[in-house]
């Protein structure tokens, strides 16, 4: 593909779907925080204990698992709404859930009401999160791969925006209505949760009048050939396949094997006594059931994007996927520390939450840009590449800054570049998500490998503190630095062999010569 000039790479922001973008973006970023973290807060202030806060964040498993439902989105049209097309008509019907229940929450009372704040609060997750997957899958959808990073970082602006005002904002808001730590008033809440649902309103009008994907007939029929029975049907063997498999191995794991190994117990009192191993029994044929042909065939939905993603890759498919498993690894072990690290070092909390909101936001929103518009004027795999490497060496940043205490100009430069790398690579990444995924199941191909991008990193982040225990911070950041060499190897092997399959197989002029 020929490189643009650096006025066409300009001109990717000028386009109208950039704007939307930019507020569905916002739209996506309000809901987020105002169910985890404002929603902490505020049934901190209303005396709930923390074991039942703590349960109550369990509502973010709706954005862990949105890609299990999301081939709905893809194959199925919403009655009476689907007449605004596949895309519009979900997200008219996640955001005005989102509103409605952004309002509902208000006027919950949690020291009266706790289990209907809750109730509605999941509501309003799963809503987000299915908002989330139809945006996803319009972003890809209207424009091409070259063009998804300035879209992707239009989009993370809006989102960081709408992030810092559901917080911090939105404590600002409580407390100019009245709630404090020490006087708690329950309509300075209901006024705020009011208030932000409304902020939803711009975005919805946005999805009423923006256009629906111009994608090929063809390809809407080929994504919507199943019916929405056998929709639903994929959907729940496939939530009983990922509740009953980790079930059956902890009941496996509780089962008192070793006293029938080695303390003479009879196999029947495992038979008949033992509820572990009989819970064991039950989980593994549920997943043999879900697994058999019946399970098979019922699972098709969701199996038919994961074959078309291998069919097309083939063997290079473990490449890219272990491409996307490890792209974010050095960033995300390293932020789970971040703030614990801030801490320790001695800087106050207002200077974290200064330098962090004011020059992280700016930097974040700055890299981002500057990946959307390099993307468009060299291409995405040399961009990827940069990003990579970034966001793994500004983690020795914060090795120079273990070794000189709370210095707080240190602090600014640490943060600004290290949010700069995050937006650069978040923007690179994104628009290289999107060019693997296949217009006929674009929901649910962005869902799965997006999850699959946060899924090793956010386990390894559990054992960040363990890293840190054992090797101190100034070894903690080179270990994490390190990280990213895998990734950097594996982009500059596919490199490789898209430049070969370039050389190989250069595109054919099919004008006519004079």
Known sequence: MPRKTWREA??????????????????AGLPYMLVFSTLSVWLREAGVARETIGYASLIGLAYAFKWVWSPLLDQWRLPLLGKLGRRRSWLVLSQSLVIL???????CDPQKHLSWLIAIAVVVSFASATQDIAVDAYRLEIAEDNRQAALAASYMSGYRVAALLATAG?????????????????????????????????????TLFMREPPVPLRTQLSAGRYSFGHQLASVFVLIVLLVSVPAMFTQLYNTDFAGVLFEGVS????????????????????????LSTIGRRGLAPVLTPVNDFILRYRWQALLLLGLIATYRM????????????????????DQIAGVSKIFGLIMTLVGAGMGGLLIVRFGILPILLIGGAASASTNL???????????????IVTISLDN???????????????????????????????????????????????????????????????????????????????????????????????
């Open 101 to 107: 229940g952004l309002i509902g929450m208000g006027f």
């Open 10 to 27: 300009l001109a990717a922001y000028s386009s109208p779907s950039t704007l939307v973008l930019l507020l569905l973006g916002f739209a």
């Open 267 to 290: 196999p029947m009192t495992l038979v008949l006594e033992d509820r572990a191993f009989l819970r064991a029994i039950l989980y593994t044929l549920l997943t043999v059931l879900c």
């Open 397 to 411: 940043l914060f090795m120079l800054l273990a070794d000189m205490g709370p210095n707080l100009d240190m602090l």
């Open 170 to 206: 939105a404590l600002f808001f409580a407390e100019g209505f009245g709630s404090t730590g020490f006087n708690y008033k329950h309509s300075a809440w209901t006024g705020t949760y009011v208030l932000f649902g409304l902020l939803m309103v711009p975005a919805l009008l946005t």
């Open 330 to 349: 050095s960033d995300t072990v390293m932020g789970v520390m971040a703030n614990v690290f801030y801490i320790d070092q001695g800087f106050t909390k």
């Open 420 to 514: 700069f790398s995050s937006g650069l690579a978040t923007s690179a990444f994104v628009a290289y998500l999107s060019s693997l995924t296949n217009l006929k199941f674009s929901a649910t191909q962005y869902a799965l490998l997006s999850s699959i991008m946060l899924l090793l990193p956010r386990l390894m982040g559990g054992y960040s503190g363990v890293l840190v225990e054992k090797f101190g911070y100034h070894n903690f950041f080179i270990i994490t630095a390190l990280m990213g060499i895998p990734t950097l190897l594996l982009i500059s092997l596919h490199w490789f062999q898209e430049s070969r399959r370039a050389r190989l197989n250069p595109p054919v002029n099919l004008e006519k010569t004079p």
